[in-house]
C-alpha cells in the first residue's frame, strides 16, 4: 500500500530492449522465481519440464542458474533455471547454520544467560511502483 502523501515512480518504455540486472535466484521457489521474472519481462527456461509438470511449483527449488547473479540482460531473454525437487545443501547451510553450543560442556557456574536482541526493522523511506506502458509513435 502506497501512504497517503507517498511518491509514485514510472518508467515509459517499452516492455523489452532495457537492460536489467539478474539477482540471486538460487535457493528459492519456483513459484516466487516464475512470478518475480514476469514482473521483470525474463522468460524462464528449465532444466526438467517432467519434474516441474509432476510437482506444485511452490515445492521445487532453484538450484543454480545461469546468467548467474549480478549479470546483465536484456529483457525479453531467457534465463536458464535448474530445479530441484529438494532444498539444495548450500541453502540449508546458509538459512540455518547449526550453532555450537557453547555452553553444553561448561561447569554450570560458567554459563552465563545471553541477551538475545531483536532484529532491527527499518521501513522503507518510500513505496515504489513501477509501471511499464508501451511506447506510442
Request: neutral net charge; contains cysteine; aromatic residues 6%.
Amino acid at each position: 500500500m502506497i501512504p497517503r502523501g507517498g511518491t509514485l515512480e514510472f518508467v515509459v518504455s517499452k516492455p523489452d530492449g532495457g537492460e536489467i540486472r539478474i539477482p540471486d535466484l538460487v535457493c528459492k521457489t519456483l513459484d516466487e522465481v516464475e512470478f518475480f521474472l514476469s514482473t521483470i519481462y525474463i522468460d524462464p527456461e528449465y532444466s526438467d519440464t517432467d519434474l516441474i509438470n509432476k510437482n506444485p511449483k511452490r515445492s521445487l527449488y532453484i538450484a543454480s542458474q545461469n546468467p548467474s547473479a549480478g549479470s546483465q540482460m536484456i529483457m525479453g531473454e531467457k534465463v536458464h533455471l535448474t530445479i530441484s525437487a529438494t532444498k539444495p545443501a548450500i541453502c540449508i547451510a546458509v538459512e540455518d547454520p547449526t550453532p555450537k553450543d557453547e555452553t553444553k560442556d561448561a561447569p554450570k557456574s560458567e554459563v552465563k544467560k545471553q541477551e538475545v536482541k531483536k532484529p532491527e526493522i527499518k521501513k522503507p523511506e518510500k513505496s515504489r511502483l513501477m509501471l511499464y506502458f508501451p511506447a506510442i509513435g
